[in-house]
């Protein structure tokens, strides 16, 4: 061990750990004798922010308050003393780097939610007809508690190249040695990495959609799948005209998740290739100028981000409404 | 599931007759064996490829890929492991990680389920506008938030500090949790928070004796996610521990694969370590584990 782990550490975690919530003991029960000498009109009035305060407060301090402060700083210089109108913005939508993030975004957009979604929809519907199932549902599920970090180096060996005419320890690249092609440096040509960085993202996440999608497949009454069949339907009918439709809403849910997971994609691309080659992301970009203190800059991109999401913000209050209603 | 898995075979049973329709019925259902076949090979070959190797000596991963080990001489070793934990902020790092996700946890669940409480079982003006606000902040990306958050822990000197994350995350953490705990709350019969008020329980009995306990297998769904999520997690202690003595396992290991270079093959070792925790966790816990992903997505 290079550097002893200071007590004072430990200390400061295990109070925290045992400490948080006696604290959260004590001002629950010290609230309460207060609020319950209270005159009863007050009691109701006082006593549900008091119990919602720690809450909501957190929420605003992290998320509420930082939100409305980023809009401002997108607006603002970088030192925050002066307004500059869109500057931020122009300088996201018109240098090449920043327009490179902006499509790779919509690359992990439109081909990380599709393959996803679609994947975990068909191992679904697959497991679902073998006595095997769960099995193998472990085997597809198994990347998906594993890190980001993690991941990026278990496929940084998976495309790991060597020189033409070295021996290749890539697993793929060997493959390919086989096949008697040579060696593709997936990370670093161009027309390789961004696909390469999708399939670890996509590989990582198939297990969720499998699992929800499972779910729900599970919930659909065997005696509509029997009157099918005795209709004269084959398999694949089934699964296009009677299972899909039925699983629809299920997929959009899932398929909501994948965008957002989408477009906030950030730990696959900063650590497989640092953004190198062409493989930004919009979240890789902000960090960079994050890091390299452009704030205001780093602000603008954050907003990028935030309008795209929006759509998807706003689809996820309705149906959180329309779920109220049915209760 | 085994009874509907029953009740499928039953369909099945009709084409197999004789020996001979039901060899019939396996040859048809070849395809679909070999297709998944290959689907959980994609699915556990890269995970597997990288295990063998972090048990492999550097010339050997260098010389050969791991499927050379499958034939003899194996030369399995643990110098890739001694290797990573002798490099520096490593060990260290690996503390760190768990002094960040043990009170990181315990935090924002204490504070969730007491929210949750207020808003599944008290009225207050506001609350419906307060529940929509938390319903939209769980998919408010993180990015909005870093440079006012990095700048407010700057000016209250908790920058590059275990606390800063502790409190980052459970800021980020509380709307999916309030929402998650709020549904499984309300759910819970009315007739039992009346009977125990009649009794003349308060507030806070209701919610320590009633609320907390029965709401258990939630927050225990709940605990495993948001336990791994902090343990997995690169982008917020990027930002607010950075290159500081506190920051986790996954820092380091990214700040090493970029500094590295060439020379990063033992870092299959680290990846190895940081990733036992969750498989164990995934493995042992697996009902947990599951109910949580299906119960947060399909009723949210």
Redesign the interface.
């Known amino acids: 061990?290079?550097?002893i782990?200071g007590l004072d550490?430990?200390i400061?975690?295990l109070v925290?750990?045992v400490g948080?919530?006696l604290v959260?003991?004590g001002y629950?029960?010290l609230g309460?004798q207060v609020i319950?000498r209270l005159p009863d009109s007050m009691q109701?009035?006082i006593?549900?922010?008091f119990?919602?305060l720690?809450?909501?407060g957190?929420?605003t301090?992290?998320?509420?308050?930082?939100?409305v402060?980023?809009v401002i700083?997108s607006f603002r210089n970088n030192g925050d003393t002066t307004w500059v109108g869109l500057d931020n913005y122009q300088y996201f939508f018109t240098f090449p780097d920043t327009l490179t993030s902006l499509r790779n975004s919509l690359l992990w957009l439109v081909f990380y939610t599709f393959f996803a979604v679609f994947?975990g929809l068909v191992?679904a519907i697959?497991?679902d007809?073998?006595?095997y199932?769960?099995l193998?549902k472990?085997?597809?599920?198994?990347?998906?508690?594993?890190?980001?970090?993690?991941a990026?180096?278990?496929?940084?060996?998976?495309f790991d190249y060597q020189p033409p005419g070295t021996?290749?320890?890539?697993?793929l690249n060997?493959l390919l040695g086989t096949f008697h092609t040579g060696p593709v440096a997936w990370l670093v040509n161009s027309t390789t990495n961004n696909p390469a960085l999708i399939f670890v993202g996509i590989?990582s996440i198939?297990?969720?959609c499998m699992?929800?999608i499972s779910?729900?497949l599970?919930a659909i009454s065997?005696e509509v799948l029997?009157a099918a069949?005795i209709d004269g339907a084959n398999e694949f009918q089934i699964v296009r005209l009677v299972v899909t439709p039925l699983l629809w809403p299920?997929i959009t849910?899932?398929g909501t998740?994948m965008i957002?997971n989408a477009?906030?994609i950030?730990?696959i691309p900063?650590?497989m290739t640092?953004g190198a080659y062409d493989t930004d992301v919009i979240?890789t970009q902000?960090?960079r100028q994050?890091a390299t203190s452009h704030?205001a800059r780093?602000?603008a991109?954050?907003?990028v981000?935030?309008i795209a999401?929006v759509p998807?913000?706003v689809v996820?209050?309705r149906r959180?409404?329309q779920?109220e209603e049915q209760? | 599931m085994s009874v509907r898995s029953t009740t499928r075979e039953a369909t099945g049973a009709q084409v197999r007759v004789s020996t001979l329709s039901n060899i019939g019925y396996r040859l048809q259902r070849l395809p679909l064996h070999i297709v998944i076949a290959v689907f959980v090979a994609i699915w556990i070959i890269p995970t597997l490829g990288l295990i063998i190797n972090s048990f492999r000596s550097l010339q050997d991963m260098n010389a050969a890929g791991w499927w050379t080990v499958l034939f003899p001489p194996h030369g399995f070793t643990l110098a890739s492991y001694e290797q990573v934990l002798q490099t520096e902020n490593v060990a260290t790092s690996i503390v760190n990680s768990i002094l960040i996700t043990l009170p990181a946890t315990v935090i924002q669940l204490a504070i969730a389920t007491m929210g949750a409480y207020a808003f599944a079982w008290m009225k207050f003006p506001g609350k419906d506008i307060f529940f929509i606000v938390i319903v939209g902040l769980m998919v408010v990306p993180i990015q909005m938030t870093l440079i006012p958050v990095l700048q407010f822990f700057q000016l209250i000197h908790l920058n590059g500090t275990i606390m800063a994350v502790w409190l980052a995350h459970s800021g980020y953490g509380l709307p999916f949790e309030v929402f998650l705990l709020r549904n499984y709350l309300g759910g819970l019969p009315r007739e039992i928070f009346e009977s125990a008020e009649v009794d003349g329980a308060g507030h806070a009995v209701r919610f320590l004796r009633i609320a907390v306990p029965m709401t258990i297998p939630a927050i225990a769904s709940l605990t495993i996610f948001v336990f791994l999520g902090v343990w997995n997690d690169l982008l917020v202690a990027l930002t607010y521990l950075g290159t500081s003595t506190a920051r986790p396992f996954t820092v380091v290991i990214s700040q090493l694969v970029t500094s590295l270079g060439g020379g990063w093959q033992f870092l299959t070792a680290a990846a190895v370590l940081q990733m036992a925790l969750p498989l164990a966790v995934f493995i042992f816990l697996q009902r947990y584990f599951v109910r949580g992903i299906t119960s947060g997505s399909v009723k949210g």
């Open positions: 061990m290079d550097q782990i550490q430990i400061t975690a925290a750990i948080v919530p959260l003991f629950i029960i309460e319950e109701e009035w006593r549900p922010y119990w919602a720690p809450a909501i957190f929420a301090i992290f998320m509420v308050y930082p939100l402060r980023t700083l994947l191992i697959l497991l007809r073998v006595r199932e769960s193998a472990v085997a597809i599920f198994l990347p998906v508690p594993i890190s980001a970090v993690a990026s180096i278990i496929w940084r060996f998976m021996i290749q320890t890539g697993t060997a590989w198939t297990g969720f699992v929800i779910a729900s599970k065997t029997e069949r299920t849910v899932v998740t957002i477009l906030k950030f730990d900063y650590v640092s979240a902000m960090f994050l704030y780093a602000a991109v954050g907003v981000l935030f999401i998807l913000l996820n209050i959180f409404q779920q209760r």
